[in-house]
């Protein structure tokens, strides 16, 4: 048989074996090595697989996949189901969308308009290009146009991979600002691009505040340090996920400047752009002189109305990057769910009418998260966890290390504290988070292992469960020492 049909052949084999059960199970998905310990034991047919790719002459797996085969997403959804958690890991609202977006998104499947359970335009469903660039435009302060400078693409995840796949050559360099969302690297290199990694560090908050999100700072001579002519492009991330940290307008002059001088492309990822809290302001970097031109914006539905599950994202920019994006998406993605579109494009028609006013939606998620996020932080520092406010995002991440003595650091010195930490409470207190090593490169975990991300876009019954284990933890053990 031909190689190639051989392939195929395989590969339709194991998906019929391993088809990913119920996301609800913990089996969407291990990495390629996990999923073979698994398969080995179980299925004869697996060793029949096996066979076929021992034998086949031809290398299987691409290039531009090495290096980016574990996932944290992956494993930690995994183990948060495994182990019954109270899941404040993996970052979803637990509680619905608004009920009109619900019900629009009902409608534009059951109702008269049954055109749209079909295909739409390709590079994002008509009404919503039209809605967005109307709600964005003036806070771009820029008239845009809903066909050159708006795209819409598989929520914020596939506006991010077109602009990687679209704009990082070979050879390309591309800065990373650490802590960061941990698909900037695989998709980098993918890419065939270099990650170049500059990190945020913690500053002293002074006069005896508590520590926040806002005291991790990036030193611009640092960023400056890492440019050279094969730099090509910067990702920047505010809100950040996993800190919390929201830029000042002075911090992005300073990284708007920095783009500017070296001639660099900006993807900034805005995803968490209405979820900023004690009066702190998100500024979009696009909006600074100077930058619309260099600057791809991305955004989610998934984040801003409460349904990431819907997967609505996209981008926003000048023609002249935008052009690229979409002939990688017209090759790829083609378009994302058309009933969705036109579910977030009520949404923003919706949203339109009431900015400013108390019921709009994206004021309303603010206080109520804030609240929420006060709460985490009480429960946190009362069970010796030392949390940084969260300026902005549903991220709070908090200091593990006095636990040091009631968890022991693992024997395996490669593995950073945080993931053990993690997973030790997730196994004997039912809690899940994310350790915020994973947010880091490999050769920076180490120095930032001793910080786990817990996320509070949940219920107040789900943090209630939470509050429960944390204060029964508190009351058993004999607390962490210094
Ligand atoms: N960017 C950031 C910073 C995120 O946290 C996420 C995931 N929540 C995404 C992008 C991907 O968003 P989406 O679910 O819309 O694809
Ligand atoms: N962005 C989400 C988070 O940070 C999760 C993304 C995912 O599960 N792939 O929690």
Redesign the pocket.
């Known amino acids: 048989m031909h190689s190639h049909s051989f392939a195929l052949a395989k590969n339709k084999v194991q998906r019929l074996l391993f088809l990913p059960g119920s996301v609800w199970n913990g089996w969407g998905g291990r990495s390629q090595s996990q999923r073979r310990g698994i398969r080995s034991c179980r299925s004869p047919l697996y060793a029949f697989t096996t066979h076929i790719q021992d034998r086949m002459a031809k290398r299987i797996q691409a290039r531009r996949l090495e290096g980016v085969d574990e996932n944290i997403w992956v494993e930690f959804v995994s183990l948060a189901a495994q182990y019954k958690t109270v899941n404040l890991g993996q970052?979803?609202p637990d509680f619905p969308p608004p009920r009109y977006v619900r019900e629009a998104f009902s409608k534009a499947i059951t109702g008269e308009q049954t055109l749209l359970n079909q295909y739409t335009r390709a590079f994002g469903h008509p009404p919503l290009v039209k809605a967005l660039a109307q709600f964005f435009g003036p806070l771009f302060g820029k008239e845009l146009d809903p066909l050159s400078n708006v795209m819409v693409s598989?929520?914020?995840?596939?506006?991010?991979f077109c602009s990687f796949q679209a704009l990082v050559d070979e050879g390309d360099e591309v800065i990373i600002i650490e802590p960061?969302?941990d698909?900037y690297e695989p998709m980098t290199l993918m890419a065939g691009g270099r990650c170049v990694f500059v990190s945020l560090r913690p500053t002293s908050a002074g006069d005896g505040k508590p520590p926040s999100s806002g005291d991790w700072r990036l030193d611009p001579a640092e960023l400056e340090a890492k440019i050279n002519k094969n730099t090509k492009m910067l990702v920047l991330?505010t809100p950040?996920?996993?800190l919390g940290k929201v830029f000042t307008k002075e911090e992005l002059e300073e990284i708007a400047n920095i783009c500017i001088k070296y001639d660099l492309i900006c993807i900034s990822?805005e995803?968490?752009e209405w979820l900023v809290y004690d009066g702190n302001q998100h500024v979009r970097i696009a909006s600074l002189p100077g930058m619309w031109d260099r600057t791809i914006t991305?955004?989610?539905?998934?984040?801003t109305f409460s349904a990431?599950g819907w997967?609505?994202?996209w981008a926003f920019g000048p023609d002249s990057l935008l052009k690229h994006l979409r002939t990688v998406h017209q090759n790829s993605i083609y378009h994302c769910a058309t009933a969705a579109q036109e579910a977030v494009a009520q949404g923003f028609l919706k949203e339109l009418e009431r900015q400013g006013k108390p019921d709009c939606y994206f004021l309303q998620l603010r206080d109520e998260l804030q609240k929420k996020r006060d709460r985490l932080y009480h429960c946190l520092t009362e069970v010796g966890m030392t949390p940084l406010i969260s300026q902005g995002?549903y991220?709070m991440i908090a200091d593990v290390s006095r636990f040091k003595s009631q968890v022991p650091p693992p024997t395996d010195p490669n593995i950073p504290y945080d993931n053990y930490f993690t997973k030790w409470m997730m196994k004997h207190k039912q809690l899940a988070a994310i350790p915020v090593s994973a947010f880091y490169s490999a050769p920076h975990k180490k120095q930032f292992e001793n910080y786990i991300r817990f996320c509070f876009v949940k219920e107040d019954a789900t943090l209630k469960a939470a509050e429960k284990i944390l204060q029964k933890w508190s009351s058993e053990s004999p607390g962490p020492q210094d």
């Open positions: 970052g979803f598989v929520g914020a995840y596939g506006a991010l960061f969302f698909s991330n950040n996920n996993p990822d995803v968490y991305i955004g989610s539905a998934g984040k990431t997967k609505v994202g995002s991220f």
